[in-house]
Each structure stands twice: as structure tokens, then as C-alpha cells.
């Protein structure tokens, strides 16, 4: 049995999105910052179809998370972006585009009801209406041994980590100030967690937590 | 020439003090954990007159700071809490009692013009009514060659990152969620971060940060 886990880039203020994100700017005024340190990686740009790229202890980080991955849950925003979305349009496939970087099934949270799409190079979105257990079921029935990532957003996150069903949470803490924007770690009641790694680097710090059950 | 710099324990979820601090709970619901990994260090207890305690790379960063301070900033509720404070009785000198852990001239932010009060053990208390950069200047005067530290509230601190007064800021980040309260990171404008060192113990991560100027 794998885990379930998240892993998610915050603003040392502790946003994961700048204020105002947009379809054309998803992550926000200033978001983009909190990705510089991904994006320059080997282990990003494989995914995404990318040559080359840089590798060291941030990209051990994201390889470690990224390998052992057998099945994603994200929320309907993650996939689809905020206003004018699929909802209107439900031929439309969100930003992910024919290849999405994901190479396994993606179970998507939503209140509307929508056929499976399979996507080139092992991605599939799976549409679930009956809520995070419902869709929890169905990724590790797709993830086998492997772990379950819950990639976001900030709202999707939170379920899980309410509902007791998050065993680790990794944040990839940016030194940056958003100064506004959508929070992570609000909304958890009494959660309490249990450091277990630190690693640093130039562009980031990787915190990893234990939520303790 | 010192530095100016302020060191201050904060909640991963970003707050210094838990919700509703009083005279008697001066952090908050929760926020003495904030305080847990300090307490129990030989580098505290000793300026606090207490004999024993840890030592260890906890130890070593608060000691490093500590011993190369030559005066201390701090506003007026740090000096005497929020509610029921001198304010409303002269002679009241707030809760640092006759032997206070600072052990050099304390400069303390307040409307309120008061003769500066001598303590034991070197500490004294001296308060400015005509703002930050007066106190700045007399405890600049007072440290000589050594660092200044701003030593908290969150609304001052903010107040010498916003001026452009404050070189250092070292975050020791204690993996609890408080959940509401105090934030230290907001209110700052454009302020622009450069990380120069972390050093992670079990307890707390210490993130020393240098703000760009």
C-alpha cells in the first residue's frame, strides 16, 4: 500500500498562488516565482517532454515524489483554471493539452458528471462527483503499491488533511512574499504534524511533515 | 558598525502569537509552543539567571545572536502587555521584573514620554516617542560596534522592514499550526528576500534571511 501525500510550493508568507490568478496567469500575481526552482529541473522537464535540465538535491526531491506516483487527485479548478473554464464547454480538456506530464490516472474532484479522457503517454482524467473517499478508492485502486498524490489546489488539499486521509505532506517553502493570494495552511482544525526531512538549497527549502494521525 | 536584525520564533502557518494573547497568555492560545525550543537551552536560561540546560546547534544560533547584541528595540506591548499596562499606572515596569534577560539598553517604542528606568544586570529601559528611526539612532549610539535587535512585536518589525531598517531577519519556524493570531510576513510592500542560511534541528528550522535593499 502506497502513501498519500502532497507536495506543493508556498510563499514563506504561505501562499501557493499570487492574488488574481487568471487562466492566461494561473498562479497569480507573482506566482510564477514559486515554480522557478521546478521548472529549471531535469525531472520537470522529462515529464513535460523537455530535454535537458538541471539535476542536484531539488531534483532528487521532485524524482523521489515523482516516481513513486501511481495515481494523482486534484481538484476541478487544477484541472480546468477558474473563469471560463470546461464547465461551459465540455469538450474542452483544461491547459493540460494532449500529453499532460502526469503518465498515470488523474481523478479529478467535480460536481459535474463527465466520460473518462485518455491522453497520450499514460495520463487519463477520471471525473468524480461523489466527493475525495469516492475518489480516494479509485486512485489506489489505479496506483496499485504506488503512492497517491494529492496535487491541489490549496481547498483539495485541506479535505484531505481534515478528513484524516493525507499521511505526508511536503511543502517547498520559496523565499518570497506574495503578500496575498490563496493560503495552505488555514482551515485544518487541529491538525498537528511531525517534521521528518529538511532539505535546502539555494532557491528553496523542502519541509517534510508526517501528519499525525 | 552592527547590524540590525530581528530573530523571532514563528508557527509554520505564519504567526508569532496564538489568538487572544492577555497579561497572563502573552502568545496566545498555543503560542507558548512557539517558545518550547527556547526555553529549555542553557543560552536562555542563563541571561534569565537559570543554572543548566542544552546545549547544540539550537543553542549555538540563539547564542550567536545574543552575544554580539549591544541594544534592544522593542514596542510598548512587548514591554508591558496589551491590556491593564502601565499605561494606566506610571510606575508599572511591565513584566521583565528586576533582573530582565536583556542585559543592555532596551529602547522602547510608546506615545507615552516616561524617565528611563535602570534595572539590574545591565538592562535598562528607555522610551522614545518620536518614532523608529530616533530609536534606531539611540540604539545605534548605545550598542556602539555592536548589532541591534529589533526584538518584536510583529507591527514593529513590519515597521523596520517597511523603512528599509532592518538588515537580518532570522525565522525560527516551529512545525505547529496556531491557526490564527499574530502574522510576522505581512504588511511589507515590495520587500524582497535573499535566504543566506538554514539550520534545522528537530525542534525548530532557523531560516536567516537578508532583506534587500
Do not use: Y
Not at 521546478?38 to 515529464?47: F, N, T
Not at 511543502?171 to 529538511?198: A, C, Q, S
Amino acid at each position: 500500500m502506497g502513501k498519500v501525500f502532497a507536495d506543493i510550493s508556498m510563499s514563506l508568507d504561505g501562499f501557493i498562488a499570487g492574488p488574481k490568478p487568471t487562466l492566461k496567469e494561473p498562479l497569480g500575481r507573482g506566482g510564477e516565482q514559486l515554480h522557478e526552482w521546478i521548472v529549471r529541473l531535469a525531472a520537470w522537464r522529462k515529464p513535460h517532454g523537455k530535454p535537458g535540465g538541471e539535476t542536484g538535491p531539488d531534483g532528487n526531491v521532485m524524482e523521489e515524489s515523482v516516481s513513486n506516483t501511481g495515481a494523482v487527485i486534484m481538484g476541478r479548478r487544477m484541472f480546468s483554471g477558474g473563469e471560463g473554464s470546461w464547465e461551459n464547454d465540455p469538450k474542452a480538456d483544461g491547459w493540460w493539452g494532449d500529453n499532460p506530464p502526469f503518465h498515470v490516472p488523474v481523478f479529478v474532484l467535480t460536481k459535474h458528471a463527465r466520460e473518462k479522457v485518455n491522453k497520450k503517454g499514460g495520463t487519463s482524467f477520471t471525473f468524480v462527483t461523489d466527493g475525495i473517499e469516492s475518489a480516494l478508492s479509485q486512485a489506489k485502486a489505479a496506483a496499485g503499491n504506488k503512492d497517491i498524490s494529492i496535487a491541489g489546489g490549496a481547498n483539495t488539499i485541506q479535505q484531505f488533511i481534515r478528513a484524516n486521509l493525507l499521511d505526508e505532506l511536503q511543502i517547498h517553502m520559496v523565499p518570497v512574499l506574495l503578500e496575498g493570494g490563496t493560503r495552505l495552511l488555514e482551515n485544518l482544525g487541529d491538525t498537528k504534524l511531525e517534521k521528518i526531512r529538511v532539505i535546502d538549497s539555494p532557491l528553496v527549502t523542502h519541509l517534510k511533515f508526517r501528519i499525525k494521525k
